[in-house]
């Protein structure tokens, strides 16, 4: 919840001064609170949440290295406290969220553009609305932009109990998708079942791509949604159909591949990043997933929740792997 701090001049957040690991992220109670220019809004924040690529960024091993000092964050919901002259889509009070914080999430206050930021519904909580941004504009990005997956078409979602995971396992239901999905342990199959795919494999269960393949029969699955490509990628291009896709949405390491298993099927290997997505392309996924909220088939699921001073800890479970769910920092 709110830290019901009243608006001042400094703020508490989360600072990295110098990259390396999780010991990094730095709580500090003395961190101006940043002032919007004219095309952005202050937004006091409720809930951030946490992402694989913030680890990435902290130890400095990710390609885009963020100026330092820096807050790490991008998909925060929370309340609009102030918004720049140029701003009118919103005011002073509005509940919004967001996946592209200026200034860093992991904080009391932040600062984003205001034609990045959008509106929250009354029937989504704020834990929902920071677990909205980053999962459900990457599985939309990977399953439509990307694999130009279509309604009927058989979609795998590889490791489907995390936070992009279920929201791929939503999106593909609603558009007509036959849905898959994977997970580790009995609850991640049964979030898994409960975000619309018509059927779970347990991925630590020795032989389940015989399983899948069984179920999918000689037609293979079309699109194949992949979280882990460095441990899965090689069997994923044995279980793919003619012309059949894999979407690259996670990669921790290196994976040998045989080529010839991408000929004959004609199958392609995708990578996807949202840093690579047009105006356009963000204008048409915003539009789908507010529809995808007034009817009711966007329903983000919260996991682990923590607060601000346990940004560190966050880093180190997100690693770990086996998601419940979108994990998130209450502020």
């Not at 946490?50 to 400095?60: D, I, K």
């Not at 330092?68 to 609009?80: E, F, Q, R, S």
């Not at 399953?143 to 489907?160: D, Y």
């Not at 996924?285 to 009711?296: C, D, I, P, R, S």
């Amino acid at each position: 919840m709110a830290s019901g701090r009243a608006p001042g001049s400094l703020m508490r957040a989360v600072r990295v001064t110098e990259f390396g690991g999780p010991s990094v992220l730095q709580l500090c109670a003395d961190v101006p609170i940043p002032k919007p220019a004219d095309n952005q809004v202050l937004i006091r924040v409720h809930a951030c949440g946490v992402n694989p690529v913030e680890t990435y960024m902290r130890s400095g091993t990710y390609a885009r290295k963020p100026n330092l000092p820096w807050t790490p964050g991008n998909d925060v919901a929370g309340v609009i406290e102030q918004v720049g002259q140029h701003v009118t889509a919103f005011k002073k009070g509005d509940r919004v969220f967001t996946c592209g914080t200026v200034s860093g999430g992991y904080a009391e206050y932040t600062v984003a553009a205001g034609d990045t930021v959008y509106p929250l519904p009354d029937g989504l909580s704020y834990k929902q609305g920071s677990a909205i941004g980053t999962p459900y504009f990457t599985a939309y990005r990977a399953l439509l932009q990307r694999a130009q997956a279509k309604p009927g078409e058989t979609v795998l979602v590889h490791g489907a109990s995390g936070g992009v995971g279920m929201a791929a396992c939503q999106i593909a239901r609603a558009l007509g998708m036959k849905v898959m999905g994977t997970a580790g342990t009995s609850e991640g199959l049964g979030l898994v079942k409960n975000s619309g795919a018509h059927r779970t494999f347990n991925h630590q269960q020795m032989g389940y791509t015989d399983l899948i393949e069984g179920y999918t029969g000689s037609g293979g699955v079309n699109v194949i949604i992949e979280m882990l490509s460095n441990v899965n990628l090689a069997r994923d291009l044995r279980l793919l159909s003619e012309a059949g896709r894999v979407v690259i949405v996670g990669c921790r390491g290196s994976i040998e591949i045989n080529p010839r298993d991408t000929m004959a099927k004609e199958s392609s290997i995708i990578g996807i990043s949202l840093s690579s997505a047009s105006k356009k392309d963000r204008q048409e996924t915003v539009a789908a997933l507010l529809a995808g909220m007034e009817v009711g088939w966007l329903r983000p699921v919260v996991g682990s929740e923590f607060p601000l001073d346990q940004a560190a800890l966050t880093h180190e479970l997100i690693m770990q792997g086996g998601a419940l769910g979108k994990m998130i920092l209450t502020i």
